[in-house]
């Protein structure tokens, strides 16, 4: 079956600007969850969907940064005002109804200029 | 506050040989021990994990070791094989639904 699917896969745009970065959560999985990784660093939580509950957003770094999930599935992360320091692969993750491993995206490569 | 400490962060080993890698986590309340691997241009897949109420779990070539006490556990591949090259992330979370959290990553090369 078809994985986490995450677009664009890479994204260079200039300092100031908006992005938006989607993730297609695998079908049926309840759970999605953003991580930021940074060159030579681990994996740094952003923000977690469970189903209609209210988001964990305890680790969005700015109030630059925001994330909804429509219709319990597809998710956007959105960057405004992007700086240099955004700069990461940005990965999402899904997991199932009482599940516990968590399916990773392949991520989208975010350049700021 | 780093609450996963990850060590090396870079491994070289011969074709053959065992890798081991080392995590220590500060927080008692992590339940759940996750290791990932991960291959360039790609995301983290899952490995092995464990939770606290054993002390060690084998999945083929692949070993974890947890010590509750120490709050230590490590990532033990026997016969290391050059296909085995890859950056790997231990983690925890407070249960199966809740967000991990990662260490910063070893990179492992193992030599043919």
């Known amino acids: 079956g078809a994985g986490v699917s995450q677009s664009p896969s890479n994204k260079v745009t200039e300092k100031g600007k908006d992005v938006e970065l989607r993730c297609d959560p695998i079908?049926?999985?309840?759970?999605l969850y953003w991580y930021r990784q940074s060159l030579g660093q681990g994996l740094e939580f952003l923000i977690y969907f469970q189903g209609n509950s209210a988001p964990d957003k305890s680790g969005l770094p700015s109030d630059r940064f925001s994330a909804e999930r429509t219709g319990g599935s597809v998710s956007t992360l959105t960057i405004q005002r992007t700086q240099q320091e955004d700069s990461a692969v940005y990965l999402c993750a899904s997991s199932p109804p009482g599940g516990e491993t968590q399916y990773f995206g392949p991520g989208t490569r975010l350049l700021v200029l | 506050q780093q609450q996963v400490k990850q060590s090396p962060q870079s491994l070289i080993v011969q074709k053959g040989g065992i890798s081991i890698i080392n995590c220590a986590y500060e927080n008692t309340a992590f339940d759940y021990f996750p290791w990932y691997q991960q291959f360039p241009g790609k995301g983290p897949a899952l490995l092995i994990a464990?939770?606290?109420?054993?002390s060690e779990k084998k999945e083929g070539r692949f070993t974890i070791s947890f010590n509750k006490s120490a709050k230590q556990f490590s990532l033990h591949i026997m016969d290391s094989q050059p296909g085995d090259s890859a950056t790997y992330f231990c983690?925890?979370?407070?249960?199966?639904?809740?967000?991990?959290?990662f260490g910063k990553g070893t990179k492992l090369t193992v030599n043919p």
């Open positions: 079908s049926g999985h309840t759970a």
């Open positions: 464990i939770r606290p109420d054993v």
């Open positions: 983690a925890a979370s407070m249960s199966w639904s809740e967000k991990l959290v």
